[in-house]
């Protein structure tokens, strides 16, 4: 893998504390929707959905940014 250059690496830790703070901002709202008396189970999962893809996305840019170093 080519080494980043600072503007790719300011841009990706960008996206990735982005997706981080949306990550949360799902966790939030499906613990205050699954706790309401209001359930919608089909949006509950959407935004499960949803958050599991932020997840994968979060992996994969902590893999670019910090890389396992082999020792």
Known sequence: MLP????????????????????????????????SDYKDRMLIQRMKKRKLALKDRIVQLENILLPDIIA
């Open 4 to 35: 980043l250059t600072k503007e790719q690496e300011a841009a990706l830790g960008l996206e990735l504390a982005a997706k981080r703070q949306e990550h949360a901002d799902l966790d939030a709202a499906i613990h205050t929707l699954s706790e």
